[in-house]
């Protein structure tokens, strides 16, 4: 069998970090991106670790053309489809953007998997899709889903409609979303980690950059919400555990003789406040960070975790790293990116 997995932004945050994890497995990772919001220093990254050049088809995922007629070429045994963009604020403010590279970056991708042959599909959907659980923070696969109040949001609802509805047309497809929670941290090798390119939309580059003087201080959004602490509560996961979930994912659709689309959740299973993760980056890295609290934004989930039972059963995967590993990581990648400058 062929070991080519074709990952579509593969050169992006998590992307990157499951072609490190696929590369460990034995399989051979091919990145198709076009670098919209990712640089193309990760290769160098990559090689760092890996030990080796990881093939690159150069491109948007959009173009079916261009996937189909390098799945007509190559045996690929899966895909990992990642490309999209992916900041909540900014698809509220262009959400033409994100209707057009997410809705259709995934129909075009999808096409060209299930038309060239049935090659095993996973889709790098989000919690979003959850909105704010009524009456329950832990969320299990059975929740009731809630259309996404942000256009992101609603392309990730959308995007697992359009796989499941794919499915019905063709059940012998092999296809599996997954609803990742709040992946933080970075490689241990600090070779490759989170680009935010601009100002950051997610907690953990806020608190490197605060940390590193980018940013005069962090600002923590709502300090009266009824959780631990007053601050919103998440499931951040290390982005290396997802990263082998993708994996597990891949494999578990290998073996399938027949279809199916699972939606599985990748979390920890365990809630952390915005303050706590603060408290462990300034207690793991022995230093004291500059915030204040601002209002509450409109919109925000209070608090929600992942029930990851599903994801232990079906895939035997849980997490294993710890918020304490996530922000050591994520600070060494920092300090790297830095010290490049
Ligand atoms: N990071 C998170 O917090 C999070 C949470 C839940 C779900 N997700 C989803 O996971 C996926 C990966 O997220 P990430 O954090 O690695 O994002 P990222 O922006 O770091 O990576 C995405 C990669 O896709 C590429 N890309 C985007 N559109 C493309 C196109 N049309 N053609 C080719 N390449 C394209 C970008 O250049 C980038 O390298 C996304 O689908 C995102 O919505 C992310």
Redesign the pocket.
């Known amino acids: 069998m062929s070991k080519k997995v074709l990952v579509?932004?593969g050169?992006?945050?998590?992307?990157s970090h499951t072609i490190v994890e696929l590369s460990k497995a034995g399989y051979k990772p091919v990145i198709?991106?076009?670098?919209?919001?990712?640089d193309e220093s990760v290769l160098k990254g990559l090689r760092g670790i890996i030990g080796r050049d990881i093939e690159l088809l150069k491109g948007?995922?959009?173009n079916t053309a261009l996937i189909q007629s390098y799945l007509r070429k190559e045996a690929v045994c899966g895909i990992i489809h990642?490309?999209?963009?992916?900041a909540v604020g900014e698809s509220v403010e262009k959400p033409l953007l994100y209707y057009q590279?997410n809705v259709e970056?995934l129909v075009s991708i999808l096409k060209a998997a299930s038309e060239e042959q049935n090659i095993p599909f996973v889709f790098?959907s989000?919690c979003t899709v959850y909105g704010e659980p009524k009456g329950q923070k832990e969320v299990s696969e059975q929740t009731a889903k809630t259309i996404p109040t942000s256009p992101y949001g609603f392309t990730k609802w959308l995007g697992e409609q359009i796989i499941e509805d794919l499915f019905h047309s063709n059940n012998q497809l092999r296809l599996m979303s997954l609803r990742?929670f709040?992946?933080i941290g970075a490689h241990e090798s600090a070779l490759i980690g989170e680009l935010p390119i601009g100002k950051p939309n997610?907690l953990l580059p806020f608190i490197t950059q605060t940390a590193a003087g980018i940013h005069e201080k962090l600002k923590i959004f709502g300090a009266d919400y009824p959780t631990v602490d007053g601050t919103c509560v998440r499931d951040y996961i290390h982005v290396v555990d997802l990263a082998e979930a993708h994996v597990k994912a891949l494999e578990f659709l290998l073996k399938q003789q027949s279809g199916c689309h699972e939606v599985v959740n990748i979390g920890t299973g365990k809630g952390s406040s915005v303050l706590e993760v603060v408290h462990a980056f300034e207690k793991v890295n022995n230093m004291a960070l500059n915030y204040e609290f601002a209002p509450n934004r409109p919109g925000d989930v209070i608090e929600i975790y992942a029930n990851v039972d599903y994801a232990e059963a079906l895939l035997g995967w849980q997490a294993k790293r710890s918020i304490n590993d996530a922000v050591r990581d994520a600070w060494r990648w920092e300090q790297s990116i830095r010290a490049k400058e």
């Open positions: 579509t932004g050169a992006g945050y998590i992307g198709l991106d076009d670098f919209r919001n990712s948007d995922v959009s990642f490309a999209a963009n992916k590279n970056g790098s989000s990742y709040n992946p997610n």
